[in-house]
């Protein structure tokens, strides 16, 4: 069983089956009862967003990745154009008011702005277009996947809405357990607190690249304690555990409290 956050037809339920076409799956209302899930042993593994081109990084999930027991095994990327959506009979001069999952609703931010319309976020892209539909009022609408809207009968008002065109969520799938290192891994993502000297962080970051890693992502995040920071890293090395050894092995002396989130093949 595969879980993941939302409604049939969300973008997190097509990434969910374009990973595992032939798997069971569930859906859950929200990222913490999602990870419950997994902890409970409801679901086998979790497909969730943690990354998008447009917004960044899905705080709600990043920072659960730090609880401990859950690794990164995969990720997936899936482009993603929204429409807006109305009841049949409703006309785009007839909308004030429009529904989505808040992440979705930044990705179509100026969008929204420039038309005068009020964002209304919901738990999700699919749940906005269930709602606008039992609703029935021509003001509101949906901002989602086509795919979400044609299951509840509803016209498309306004197509290509995003505020870049690049438009692209990155997914991960989750398991219980520690990490392990796949031949065909060559992605890893840690998180980590600095030593306390100056310039601790650009020392970790430049041993990390001198040892062969590329660096694609950073994330600063409070940690545990007040007005201290912990840092994502995403990196790429040679596959396996011996090019995850030669960035990590010794760890970097200015690299404290590390975290092994996962190593795993980048997807392309």
């Known amino acids: 069983m595969i879980g993941y956050q939302g409604e049939?037809?969300?973008?997190?339920?097509?990434?969910?089956?374009?990973?595992?076409?032939?798997?069971?799956?569930?859906?859950?209302?929200?990222?913490?009862?999602?990870?419950?899930?997994l902890e409970d042993g409801q679901v086998d593994r979790l497909v969730l967003p943690i990354e998008n081109s447009t917004t960044g990084s899905i705080l709600p999930?990043?920072?659960r990745l730090i609880a401990g027991g859950v690794?990164?095994?995969?990720?997936?990327?899936?482009?993603?154009?929204?429409?807006?959506?109305?009841?049949?009979?409703?006309?785009?001069?007839?909308?004030?008011?429009?529904?989505?999952?808040?992440?979705?609703?930044r990705q179509a931010e100026a969008s929204l702005v420039d038309r005068g319309w009020d964002p209304m976020p919901e738990h999700d892209t699919a749940g906005a277009v269930r709602l606008v539909a039992e609703r029935g009022d021509v003001a509101h609408g949906a901002l989602a996947p086509e795919r979400a809207a044609t299951a509840y009968g509803l016209d498309v008002l306004l197509a290509g809405v995003v505020d870049k065109t690049h438009n692209t969520t990155r997914f991960v799938v989750l398991e219980s357990g520690e990490a392990s290192f796949p031949a065909d891994g060559n992605k890893t993502t840690v998180a980590?607190?600095?030593a306390h000297t100056p310039g601790s962080?650009?020392?970790?970051?430049?041993?990390?690249g001198l040892r062969g890693a590329n660096?694609?992502?950073?994330?600063?995040?409070?940690?545990?304690?007040a007005w201290k920071y912990r840092f994502f890293v995403d990196l790429?090395?040679?596959?396996?555990?011996?090019?995850?050894?030669?960035?990590?092995?010794?760890?970097?002396?200015?690299m404290q409290s590390v975290f092994h989130l996962g190593t795993y093949p980048a997807a392309t």
């Open 8 to 37: 049939p037809h969300s973008n997190s339920y097509q990434a969910c089956h374009e990973l595992f076409p032939e798997a069971d799956n569930r859906g859950y209302l929200n990222f913490p009862s999602a990870f419950q899930a």
């Open 61 to 63: 999930v990043l920072d």
């Open 71 to 105: 690794t990164i095994v995969a990720e997936h990327l899936l482009k993603i154009h929204y429409a807006v959506f109305g009841i049949p009979g409703a006309t785009i001069n007839d909308l004030t008011t429009v529904h989505s999952h808040p992440e979705a609703l």
């Open 192 to 194: 980590f607190e600095g």
């Open 201 to 208: 962080l650009a020392l970790a970051l430049t041993e990390l």
């Open 215 to 225: 660096l694609t992502r950073i994330e600063s995040r409070p940690s545990d304690e």
């Open 236 to 254: 790429i090395h040679k596959r396996g555990k011996v090019g995850y050894d030669e960035v990590f092995d010794p760890m970097p002396v200015t």
